[in-house]
């Protein structure tokens, strides 16, 4: 079957899903995409300009089967624009994160334009896929929210329509994560080595950098011996935060930046021994399943999707796992792994046994037959 990928912002995540599903996938991909830059810009032009680069590859004879394409796509326009014979493909239309949501530093910054782009992309979509039932949840209800805030003619009535064409499609990670020997990870815990801590993700103000440094910053205070990593893709406009820390914490970091590549940060993630997740925004967490695949013990905010991805109501036991969300509640989790270190006990179980399901080779397969599915309807 062939598959019309199209990406408007075709890089970290975005890239490695799509990716990580064509290695895997039994399906033929053809992948449209611009780079990942300026990502409001992107969401604005993105269908005019891949809808002529599909017109062009339709005019020299491609064909496909269906089309998948992320939320940074305007749908609706692009479906408008693209040869009659390619808008009359079936279309999926997925979820990595959605515009309703995001905790703008200012209020004022907060674009409707993104959000009702969303909206009618899934209008739009045959299928909608989201990385988890919590995205679908935030979604949905703040679509309602949102919509009921506007002057007239207030079209909530298509929610129930998107909710029917809704279905729950996790991200894949790769399992080369997984691969690290058992002797490895038991060299890692000798009790008289620092607590190496790990914490990777953009370095942007909706992964809460400030309470991760202010909890490393108690957690010294109460005596824990521990290793930096801050690791992450920065930005011209980077929180300040980042600045300061690295002279503050000078003497603890071992890495701070971004990872000179993927088999770098397998390396780092298989060596760490507590990977840390600050973030307000996040509806997936795929660095934490990676970290966690790696042998790396979790520490995650009881929010967002990391119950949800990590199991939590089906795993009780799994609460360990999780902190209250404050600075105070992650010193004191690091305190606790920073003993359990000591003992020789930290230990994730069986937990990444369990996440397995979430590799490529498990997930894939099961993408592969949720869209020929709707390919063959």
Same mark, same amino acid.
């Given at each position: 079957?062939?598959?019309?990928?199209?990406?408007?912002?075709?890089?970290?995540?975005?890239?490695?899903?799509?990716?990580?599903?064509?290695?895997?996938?039994?399906?033929?991909?053809?992948?449209?995409?611009?780079?990942?830059?300026?990502?409001?810009?992107?969401?604005?032009?993105? *269908?005019?300009? !891949?809808?002529? $680069?599909?017109?062009? #590859?339709?005019?020299? @004879?491609?064909?496909?089967? /269906?089309?998948?394409?992320?939320?940074?796509?305007?749908?609706?326009?692009?479906?408008?624009?693209?040869?009659?014979?390619?808008?009359?493909?079936?279309?999926?239309?997925?979820?990595?994160?959605?515009?309703?949501?995001?905790?703008?530093?200012?209020?004022?910054?907060?674009?409707?334009?993104?959000?009702?782009?969303?909206?009618?992309?899934?209008?739009?979509?045959?299928?909608?896929?989201?990385?988890?039932?919590?995205?679908?949840?935030?979604?949905?209800?703040?679509?309602?929210?949102?919509?009921?805030?506007?002057?007239?003619?207030?079209?909530?009535?298509?929610?129930?329509?998107?909710?029917?064409?809704?279905?729950?499609?996790?991200?894949?990670?790769?399992?080369?994560? *997984?691969?690290? !020997?058992?002797? $490895?990870?038991?060299? #890692?815990?000798?009790? @008289?080595?620092?607590?190496? /801590?790990?914490?990777?993700?953009?370095?942007?103000?909706?992964?809460?950098?400030?309470?991760?440094?202010?909890?490393?910053?108690?957690?010294?205070?109460?005596?824990?011996?521990?290793?930096?990593?801050?690791?992450?893709?920065?930005?011209?406009?980077?929180?300040?935060?980042?600045?300061?820390?690295?002279?503050?914490?000078?003497?603890?970091?071992?890495?701070?930046?971004?990872?000179?590549?993927?088999?770098?940060?397998?390396?780092?993630?298989?060596?760490?021994?507590?990977?840390?997740?600050?973030?307000?925004?996040?509806?997936?967490?795929?660095?934490?399943?990676?970290?966690?695949?790696?042998?790396?013990?979790?520490?995650?905010?009881?929010?967002?999707?990391?119950?949800?991805?990590?199991? !939590?109501?089906?795993?009780?036991?799994?609460?360990?796992?999780?902190?209250?969300?404050?600075?105070?509640?992650?010193?004191?989790?690091?305190?606790?792994?920073?003993?359990?270190?000591?003992?020789?006990?930290?230990?994730?179980?069986?937990?990444?046994?369990?996440?397995?399901?979430?590799?490529?080779?498990?997930?894939?397969?099961?993408?592969?037959?949720?869209?020929?599915?709707?390919?063959?309807?």
């Amino acid at each position: 079957m062939r598959v019309l990928a199209i990406e408007p912002y075709f890089g970290g995540s975005h890239r490695a899903f799509l990716k990580g599903w064509e290695t895997h996938s039994a399906h033929d991909f053809t992948i449209v995409d611009l780079p990942a830059f300026h990502w409001k810009w992107r969401m604005r032009h993105s *269908a005019i300009t !891949l809808a002529d $680069e599909v017109n062009r #590859l339709a005019s020299q @004879g491609e064909r496909w089967d /269906v089309i998948f394409c992320s939320d940074m796509l305007n749908l609706a326009e692009w479906k408008g624009l693209v040869d009659s014979q390619v808008a009359s493909l079936p279309k999926v239309l997925y979820f990595h994160e959605n515009q309703l949501t995001y905790p703008s530093q200012q209020p004022r910054e907060w674009d409707y334009h993104f959000a009702f782009s969303n909206f009618t992309s899934a209008i739009a979509a045959d299928e909608i896929w989201y990385n988890s039932r919590f995205n679908e949840t935030e979604f949905l209800r703040e679509l309602d929210a949102f919509l009921h805030r506007m002057p007239d003619f207030q079209p909530s009535h298509h929610i129930p329509l998107l909710q029917e064409k809704s279905s729950i499609q996790p991200p894949g990670v790769d399992s080369v994560f *997984a691969n690290k !020997l058992e002797e $490895e990870a038991t060299d #890692l815990n000798t009790s @008289g080595s620092p607590l190496v /801590v790990t914490w990777a993700a953009r370095w942007e103000h909706d992964k809460d950098p400030e309470t991760f440094f202010k909890a490393i910053r108690l957690a010294i205070t109460n005596g824990v011996n521990l290793r930096l990593r801050v690791l992450g893709e920065s930005f011209k406009n980077q929180p300040p935060v980042f600045g300061l820390a690295k002279q503050e914490f000078a003497t603890y970091i071992d890495e701070f930046g971004y990872a000179e590549s993927q088999s770098q940060f397998v390396e780092l993630m298989q060596s760490t021994d507590v990977f840390v997740s600050t973030a307000i925004h996040e509806f997936f967490g795929i660095s934490a399943v990676e970290a966690a695949l790696a042998g790396a013990y979790p520490l995650l905010p009881q929010r967002l999707a990391y119950p949800e991805v990590f199991d !939590l109501e089906e795993n009780p036991d799994r609460q360990k796992f999780f902190y209250g969300g404050t600075a105070e509640s992650l010193a004191l989790a690091l305190g606790r792994c920073h003993d359990l270190k000591k003992a020789g006990t930290l230990s994730t179980g069986n937990l990444k046994v369990q996440l397995q399901r979430y590799t490529w080779p498990n997930r894939a397969p099961i993408m592969d037959e949720a869209i020929a599915k709707l390919a063959h309807k």
